[in-house]
């Protein structure tokens, strides 16, 4: 750091300055190669930048015993000839990319892609965790065998 508060980093012995920001976070001056990179585009390199904090994602598969569950809950639906569900599935929010909640198994296009509604076994999840999945869609169950009586009742009763 210089007296003006400016971080000057070099690569490798190299005379030349690789990245220079700030101790506000601007961006101050890059160097050629950054600059071809960019096309001479400085507006990515402008205004403060941003830190990205930690957040909680909610739910998760937490024993062998809940995923042993889970592992028997999605062999009974391909036995049925259905297809098999995601263990594990990522929720992501679609506007910002940024992982929400992790639902134990889950059919995020239905069981029946395009004609069912999409589909989260959560066994013992926070509420926190099932209001995010029924907000987002899911038809939420809390134990498998919930899930079996609203696959045969609804789904191969309809077929």
């Known amino acids: 750091m210089d007296t003006n508060g400016y ?5 490798y012995g190299e005379s030349r300055t690789i990245v220079i920001f700030s101790n506000s976070g601007r961006y ?10 960019l096309h001479n585009d400085y507006q990515w390199l402008e205004g403060e930048v ?3 904090s930690e957040s909680i ?5 937490t024993s062998a015993a809940e995923e ?3 592992e ?3 062999n009974w639906v391909l036995a049925q000839g259905l297809p098999l569900g995601i263990i594990s599935y990522d929720y992501t929010d679609k506007e910002t990319g940024q992982q929400k909640a992790v639902f134990d198994l889950a059919w995020p296009d239905g069981i029946q892609e395009g004609l069912s509604d999409p ?3 959560m066994l013992d999840e926070e509420k926190e965790a099932i209001a995010l999945a029924s907000q ?4 939420c169950f809390t134990s498998t065998a919930e899930c079996k009586r609203y696959i045969e009742t609804e789904i191969l009763a309809a077929e």
């Open 119 to 121: 589909i989260a076994v």
């Open 57 to 61: 994602v909610l739910g998760g598969i």
């Open 50 to 52: 941003k830190s990205y």
């Open 7 to 11: 971080q000057w980093i070099q690569r």
């Open 68 to 70: 042993s569950a889970l």
């Open 136 to 139: 987002a869609g899911f038809r």
């Open 28 to 37: 101050c001056w890059p160097n050629k190669r950054m600059a071809s990179l």
């Open 72 to 74: 028997e809950l999605n």
